[in-house]
């Protein structure tokens, strides 16, 4: 968990979820929160959803864009 506490996000690993959608997990609430309409419109154009503190994304492509935007 210490190589989490300063990361602004955390790619939920595929084999821990059942599903078809990738979920990367926001855990830099002050950084989200200042950067929540920028993270709307990268989503908006990627096809990606906010939920709550955690973002759903389509496929590994993805993941990895969002991956080289926020970090």
């Not at 939920?12 to 959608?21: F, G, I, R, S, Y």
């Not at 989200?32 to 973002?55: K, P």
Request: aromatic content about 12%; hydrophobic content about 45%; proline content about 4%.
């Amino acid at each position: 968990m210490a190589e989490f506490k300063n990361c602004r996000f955390v790619v939920a690993p595929a084999h821990v979820l059942d599903q078809p959608e990738h979920v990367v997990i926001l855990s830099d609430i002050d950084y989200w929160s200042n950067h929540y309409e920028e993270l709307m419109a990268w989503c908006d154009q990627h096809d990606a959803e906010v939920q709550g503190m955690g973002v759903t994304l389509p496929n590994a492509h993805t993941v990895t864009l969002f991956t080289l935007r926020w970090s």
